[in-house]
Every structure is written in structure tokens, then in C-alpha cells.
């Protein structure tokens, strides 16, 4: 929009730096990020400036925060593996504590606005209602209006189906119900898999050289869908990509034989998809072929197609071995999404019209941590 202000943000748990490129791209200045992981603060330092990532516990780093108390951002994904669905849905997983670290680093600085990633489970399941609506009483005992978002990366751009949530607080905004409306504006079609894989080339090539050797071998029992691209057909939980579509959510764990599955013949040559013939297959009765029957054509997803899948520029460097950078890619916000939805809170906080003045509860706050 013509009269976006420039904006500061803190960025927390900032991994790799994904979202944080998105918001750089925006027009926000990152100030300070933060992260446990030795490799992807590695990574960020590489591919921003210096001395802007702090390696370490946030716990630890919480009483260094407070210096970035008026800041007008505050954004970050607290990890996630107590609250996924992939995982153990462990409420007690220490790591599923550190989303109140990041309300805490919110009620610390005071920004203008606070946007907290997460996966669909946490916004979605019953079982995390209670952990919900403590969020929520946070949120608003902190004096931010604030609302709940559930945005599908695919439809804005990015050629992948990652469907996550993102909790969007203002504290001097009252009125904030067309906030999602204004997602609309940024919708547009995401090009396919083959797009994003075709110009690299065969895994090995020259602009491609970064594969993963885990074979893909056939699944004794195999879990059947209706549709050849979901289900288990294959051992280990990486599943064969569609190049026709987008690309199902890209994990952390992938490196191994949790790695999506590409068939390059069929990808890079339009012949009938093997794995689609295969599925038809056992869909009529056949019984499963050997452990060892996967053609070659089929292989695991390569570390540049999987960072251009999730937005990456190009020429981002990746520090650390090869599952290092494959779960600092997983881990990832992917840019392009995180570009839009910082755009929209800017639009937000650029519109002097909606902006009314909020009071601190201070003290309600306090009860409340106490409580939690």
C-alpha cells in the first residue's frame, strides 16, 4: 500500500530465517532474532547481517529482550511438537511451554503488533481448547484485540499444500474483523511441482547436486487412499509428490525415508506416472510387490527443491550436514506466506482510522501468568 510505514520487528525462534525474509521483503527491520539451534543460527548469520542473531536458551536471553521494548513487531514460531499432529501431542512437551515464552517476550517489549505461527492442530483439535483460550485471555489481559488464522501457503503463491496458524495481536487496534478478508488481496495461484522442479535438472546434476540416498522400497502392508499421492505404498512416511500439484507439507524430519518421492521420468518427461499405475494395482487387488521392485525413476526429494518449495531464495546458504539443513528447510515459515502476512499487518497499522488506544492490564496479566 502507498502509505505502509517502515516498521522494526524481533523475531523469535527464528530458525533458518524463512520468516524472517518474508518480513525483510515486506519492509520490516529485523532488529534482533533468536534461536537454540547452533546450525541454523549459523544458517541466518550467513544470509543476513551481522550480529543480528542470538544463539542460545531464550529462556535465558528473556532479561535482554526487555531493550527492545517499543518495538513495533514481535513475531516468531514457538516450536510445535507437542501440539502436532505428527507428533505426541504432548501438552507437558517441555517445547509446547515455549509458546507462553513468546507471549512473555510480547509482554516484555510491547510492540504494536505480534504475530505467533503455529500448527493447525493447536487452533483446530478440542484437546487444545483449554491451551487456546488461555492464549487468548493473555492476549487480551495484555490489551491486544487479536484474532486466530488459519492460512493454507498454496493459496498465495507457494507450491505447497502447508496449512498453519498464525495468531495476529494489535494492541492499539479495537476493531479487527475483516482481518482475514484482507488475505484476499494476496491470493494467487502457486506453480506446480514440475515447475519448481523441472529447471534444476536431474538430482545430481550440475544446479542439483544435493540428494538424499535413501532408497525407496515398497511397503509390505501398504496404507491405501483414494488418491496415489497419499496413503503409505511406500516404507517410511515420505510421499510420492503429484508434478501436476503442489507439494504436501514439508517436515523436519525430512533426510531419510521420511523425504517426499519424486518420479523423475514422469516429472521431467510427462511418461505415465509408475507410481499412479501402482496404486491402480493394488486398488484392483494386487498383491504388494518386493521390498526392492521401486524403478530408480523414483527418488527423494533434493535439498534445492526442497528450499525453493518453501520459498527460499536461490542463493540462500544452508550451514550444517545434510538432515541439519533438511529440517532447518522443514522447519521453516515458507517466505512467500510470511512476506504476505506481514504485508497485511502493515496495512493494518498504516490505516490511522482503526487505531484506538488500548490500556496495559497489567495487573489481570500478572494473575493470569500466575494461573498458567
Known amino acids: 500500500m502507498k502509505n505502509r510505514m517502515h516498521l522494526s520487528g524481533l523475531s523469535l525462534f527464528s530458525g533458518a530465517g524463512g520468516m524472517d525474509i518474508g518480513f525483510t521483503r515486506a519492509g520490516v527491520e529485523v532488529v534482533s532474532a533468536s534461536d ?40 516468531g514460531g514457538p ?38 505461527e503455529n500448527v493447525k492442530a493447536l487452533a483446530v483439535l478440542d484437546k487444545w481448547a483449554e491451551i487456546r483460550q ?32 498464525f495468531l495476529i495481536g494489535f494492541r492499539d487496534i479495537e476493531d479487527i474483523s475483516n482481518l482475514e478478508a484482507r488475505f484476499d488481496r494476496y491470493k494467487k495461484p502457486a ?35 483414494r488418491s496415489p499421492y497419499a496413503g503409505m505404498m511406500f516404507n517410511g512416511q515420505g510421499r510420492p509428490l503429484n508434478p501436476a500439484g ?37 486398488m484392483k487387488g494386487g498383491e504388494p510387490l518386493s521390498l526392492d521392485a521401486a524403478p530408480k525413476r523414483l527418488r527423494r526429494l533434493t535439498i534445492d527443491e526442497a528450499l525453493r518449495i518453501q520459498t527460499f531464495p536461490h542463493d540462500y546458504q544452508f550451514i550444517g550436514g545434510q538432515s541439519s539443513i533438511y529440517r532447518q528447510i522443514g522447519n521453516a515459515v515458507p517466505c ?27 495487573r489481570e496479566a500478572k494473575q493470569l501468568r500466575l494461573a498458567i
Not at 149 to 160: A, E, K, M, Y
Not at 260 to 275: A, K, L, M, N, T
Not at 341 to 361: C, G, H, K, M
Open 36 to 75: 537454540i539451534d547452533r546450525d541454523a543460527c549459523l544458517t541466518y548469520e550467513a544470509n543476513h547481517s551481522e550480529g543480528i542473531i542470538k544463539c542460545g536458551d531464550i529462556n535465558q536471553n528473556l532479561p535482554d529482550i526487555r531493550q527492545f521494548e517499543g518495538v513495533d513487531l514481535v513475531f
Open 79 to 116: 516450536p510445535c511438537q507437542g501440539f502436532s499432529v505428527a507428533g505426541k501431542m504432548n501438552p507437558d512437551d517441555p517445547r509446547s511451554k515455549l509458546l507462553w515464552v513468546f507471549m512473555k517476550a510480547v509482554e516484555l517489549t510491547k510492540p504494536r503488533a505480534f504475530i505467533c
Open 134 to 165: 488461555k492464549l487468548f485471555r493473555f492476549a487480551s489481559q495484555l490489551g491486544y484485540t487479536y484474532k486466530l488464522i488459519i492460512l493454507n501457503s498454496s493459496d498465495f503463491g507457494v507450491p505447497q499444500s502447508r496449512e498453519r496458524m
Open 191 to 225: 506453480p506446480t511441482v514440475r515447475d519448481i522442479v523441472s529447471p534444476l535438472g536431474f538430482a545430481g546434476s550440475k544446479n542439483n547436486q544435493r540428494v538424499c540416498n535413501a532408497k525407496v522400497t515398497i511397503a509390505a502392508k501398504p496404507v491405501m487412499r
Open 246 to 282: 503442489y507439494s504436501c507439507a514439508l517436515h523436519a524430519s525430512m533426510g531419510g525415508n521420511k523425504t517426499p518421492i519424486i518420479d523423475e521420468e514422469h516429472c521431467y518427461f510427462g511418461q505415465d506416472s509408475w507410481v499412479e499405475w501402482y496404486h491402480s494395482y493394488l
Open 336 to 362: 512467500d506466506l510470511a512476506q504476505v502476512v506481514a504485508e497485511v499487518v502493515q496495512d493494518f497499522l498504516s490505516n490511522p482510522e482503526v487505531i484506538t488506544p488500548r490500556p496495559l492490564l497489567e
